[in-house]
């Protein structure tokens, strides 16, 4: 989560027009365009790995809670899991997965790379209004200062 407070506390920054220099700041527009496009790009890709990584482990756990791992005793060891004494039914595995602590975590991680992803979808949205109103403001200038 710091790390999308801190996106947001840089956007906060990144997002401040100087009236002063309107024309470096137009040019200023395209940097900050490419800075968080490359922010938005990491964190999709980051989003993408934890889907991949939450079906295998999702798969896993299927498979665990209907006691197919028991007789893999270095399997259970190397995740630190106990061999299931209970057989579960396939209608009851979903409330097992919906309360599993790993697929929380990794499915936590997902939604807080997709908010980041989100986020900056909306600082480009603004960027692309940004340059816009710039663009107006040096143009009102031109036309308040005769010319």
């Known amino acids: 989560m710091a790390e999308l407070d801190d996106l947001m506390k840089e956007w906060s920054e990144d997002s401040k027009v100087d009236e002063t220099k309107l024309s470096e700041e137009i040019l200023k527009t395209a940097n900050l365009h490419s800075k968080y496009i490359n922010i938005m790009t990491n964190h999709r890709l980051k989003s993408r790995s934890l889907a991949v990584k939450y079906d295998r482990e999702k798969i896993?756990?299927?498979?665990?809670?209907?006691g197919k791992h028991n007789t893999d005793e270095k399997l259970l060891e190397?995740?630190?899991?106990?061999?299931?004494?209970?057989?579960?039914?396939?209608?009851?595995i979903q409330n097992?997965?919906?309360?599993?602590q790993e697929l929380?975590?990794?499915?936590?991680?997902?939604?807080?790379?997709?908010?980041?992803?989100?986020y900056c979808e909306?600082?480009?949205?603004?960027?692309?209004?940004?340059?816009?109103?710039?663009?107006?403001?040096?143009?009102?200038?031109?036309?308040?200062?005769?010319g």
């Open 60 to 66: 896993f756990k299927i498979e665990y809670y209907m």
């Open 78 to 92: 190397s995740r630190g899991l106990e061999p299931m004494r209970d057989r579960i039914t396939k209608s009851g």
């Open 96 to 100: 097992y997965l919906d309360a599993d």
């Open 104 to 118: 929380i975590d990794i499915m936590l991680k997902k939604v807080i790379e997709d908010e980041i992803v989100s």
């Open 122 to 146: 909306e600082v480009i949205k603004a960027l692309q209004n940004r340059s816009y109103a710039i663009s107006a403001a040096i143009k009102w200038n031109i036309f308040t200062g005769g």
